[in-house]
């Protein structure tokens, strides 16, 4: 779910081992996003996990579903996203979900777009069912197009994504952003590489 940045300050989950923001773009990782009921993890809920494994830059498996929620989708996340109640009434519940996405992302690094804030959702649901929280390291997509599309009026996954003429159709699902995400990435992977930069300095 694609947000404008907020402060995570007050609900922000401290690990003894904390995981790193990368300096690099790599080959393999699993790109993630989520589509929540707000913005607080500590008080709105996940209504659908997504992500992509990709192994030598290639997208191999992909993972998503549909979360129930406890709570009511408001009309506003419905018109956002297109996900309403009657969606998520046979769709597996929160602990059963993140289970199976915990396990899908494995150790891999992480990706996302302003991926703090989905690492935040998902640390809150699996320390609360499951006693235990992601440890991975992650490449965030928001600091790379800060550094490599500094001339765009923002840097939201659409305006991104409209810069490099990509379909924007279906934004702001899952699976869609994620999509959407990973393409944005090799190509700033490959303004790198053409910039003869193998790491962000």
Do not use: W
């Not at 995981?19 to 690099?24: F, I, M, W």
């Not at 989708?73 to 996900?83: K, P």
């Not at 599309?149 to 994504?161: D, E, F, Q, S, Y």
């Amino acid at each position: 779910m694609q947000h404008s940045l907020f402060q995570l300050s007050t609900c922000e989950i401290k690990h003894p081992h904390k995981p790193k923001s990368l300096k690099a773009f790599p080959d393999n990782y699993v790109v993630l996003d989520i589509e929540t009921t707000g913005l607080n993890p500590r008080e709105n809920e996940i209504i659908e996990l997504s992500a992509l494994k990709v192994e030598n830059n290639r997208v191999v498996k992909q993972f998503s579903t549909l979360v129930k929620p406890e709570g009511r989708i408001s009309s506003y996340i419905t018109s956002l996203t297109g996900i309403t109640q009657s969606m998520t009434e046979n769709a597996p519940d929160i602990k059963s979900a993140i289970k199976l996405f915990s396990d899908f992302c494995s150790d891999s690094i992480i990706m996302g777009h302003n991926v703090k804030f989905d690492i935040s959702f998902i640390n809150t649901n699996l320390e609360k069912h499951h006693n235990t929280h992601f440890s991975n390291d992650y490449v965030d997509t928001l600091r790379l197009a800060r550094i490599y599309l500094k001339t765009l009026p923002n840097r939201k996954l659409g305006t991104i994504a409209s810069f490099f003429n990509l379909d924007t159709t279906g934004m702001h699902r899952g699976l869609k952003d994620c999509i959407v995400t990973n393409i944005c990435f090799q190509k700033m992977k490959e303004m790198a590489k053409n910039a003869s930069q193998n790491s962000i300095e």
